[in-house]
């Protein structure tokens, strides 16, 4: 009889240790349904912001925020379905957390604050054009960890969100879809800089990209170097990701008219490093 009760006890023993199963699926649902709900809500929304036109910068700027709420929930969430922590279980959690935070956790828990602080205070949002730790590219994506960038050349870079407290950010359009561009040409030291102004000048105002108004004006500019003159175009261009591509047709069209017009190029050995190795 004796042992019928040694063996019965051993076997309640090896049943509380054993994970309840109901509380696993419960956790894993919770974090499944969150996972879902930020894909689902994210595309409509990226579906939504392609045809908000000049508002589209504004409406994801609504992404990251959502997965916050989203995710700061599931946990909460799990915590609850977990402990149902009262005053003295949150305050051991705590505890716990922040043992966690200081043997490992402290890269993850500064992407985590990084991404908080880019969704509240916005120093560049999806759709941007930024420049931070030497990369350049459209903002595509703003998660917990890392922010996701598209490079020029289609290369995606993720940079973690802690660079936001370590490296100076630059953005380039500050939430507007519209951005200014700078355009350099170079031509020969003897040339007519009047006339290669009224040039760059007419290629700028006619582009098919170009977005002009009392807010947004453009310049044209003409420095002198010793060996080569200068002239520099700065205007907005309509929609950010028309860049490179406003750039290219005002530099073709004003050469074309510049060639025709007789002025030059500075000579080879003349040109400016930067442009030369383009």
Do not use: H
């Given at each position: 009889?004796?042992?019928?009760?040694?063996?019965s006890?051993?076997?309640?023993?090896?049943?509380?240790?054993?994970?309840?199963?109901?509380?696993?699926?419960?956790?894993?649902?919770?974090?499944?349904?969150?996972?879902?709900?930020?894909?689902?809500?994210?595309?409509l929304?990226?579906?939504?912001?392609?045809?908000?036109?000049?508002?589209?910068?504004?409406?994801?700027?609504?992404?990251?925020?959502?997965?916050?709420?989203?995710?700061?929930?599931?946990?909460?969430f799990?915590?609850?379905?977990?402990?149902?922590?009262?005053?003295?279980?949150?305050?051991?959690?705590?505890g716990?957390?922040?043992?966690?935070?200081?043997?490992?956790?402290?890269?993850?828990?500064?992407?985590?604050?990084?991404?908080?602080?880019?969704a509240?205070?916005?120093?560049?949002?999806?759709?941007?054009?930024?420049?931070?730790s030497?990369?350049?590219?459209?903002?595509?994506d703003?998660g917990?960890?890392?922010?996701?960038?598209v490079?020029?050349?289609?290369?995606?870079?993720?940079?973690?969100?802690?660079?936001?407290?370590?490296?100076?950010?630059?953005?380039?359009?500050?939430?507007?879809?519209?951005?200014?561009?700078?355009?350099?040409?170079?031509?020969?030291?003897?040339?007519?800089?009047?006339?290669?102004?009224?040039?760059?000048?007419?290629?700028?105002i006619?582009?098919k990209?170009?977005y002009?108004?009392?807010?947004?004006?453009?310049?044209?500019?003409?420095?002198?170097?010793p060996?080569?003159?200068?002239?520099?175009?700065k205007?907005y261009?309509?929609?950010?990701?028309?860049?490179?591509?406003?750039?290219?047709?005002v530099t073709?069209?004003?050469?074309?008219?510049?060639s025709?017009?007789?002025?030059?190029?500075?000579?080879?050995?003349?040109?400016p490093?930067?442009?030369?190795?383009?």
């Open positions: 009889m004796a042992e019928i009760t040694n063996l006890g051993d076997v309640s023993q090896v049943s509380s240790a054993i994970p309840d199963l109901d509380l696993i699926i419960t956790i894993v649902l919770i974090f499944v349904g969150a996972y879902l709900i930020v894909k689902v809500a994210v595309f929304l990226r579906r939504f912001s392609e045809k908000a036109g000049r508002y589209r910068i504004a409406v994801t700027m609504v992404i990251p925020l959502l997965k916050i709420i989203v995710y700061v929930s599931a946990v909460y799990v915590l609850k379905t977990i402990f149902d922590p009262g005053l003295t279980e949150l305050a051991l959690f705590s716990l957390f922040g043992a966690a935070i200081g043997f490992g956790l402290k890269d993850i828990f500064a992407d985590i604050i990084g991404g908080i602080v880019i509240f205070e916005r120093p560049y949002q999806i759709g941007d054009k930024i420049e931070v030497g990369t350049y590219g459209e903002v595509t703003i917990l960890r890392a922010t996701r960038v490079t020029p050349d289609d290369s995606v870079v993720s940079i973690p969100n802690y660079a936001i407290f370590q490296e100076p950010t630059a953005s380039q359009n500050s939430g507007k879809t519209e951005m200014m561009v700078v355009i350099d040409i170079f031509i020969d030291p003897r040339s007519d800089g009047n006339l290669a102004m009224d040039i760059v000048r007419d290629s700028l006619t582009s990209y170009v002009i108004s009392p807010k947004r004006p453009y310049t044209v500019l003409l420095q002198d170097f060996f080569y003159r200068r002239i520099r175009g205007a261009v309509n929609d950010l990701r028309s860049e490179f591509e406003f750039s290219s047709e073709r069209r004003a050469w074309g008219e510049l025709r017009q007789g002025i030059l190029p500075p000579p080879p050995a003349r040109v490093e930067e442009n030369a190795a383009d």
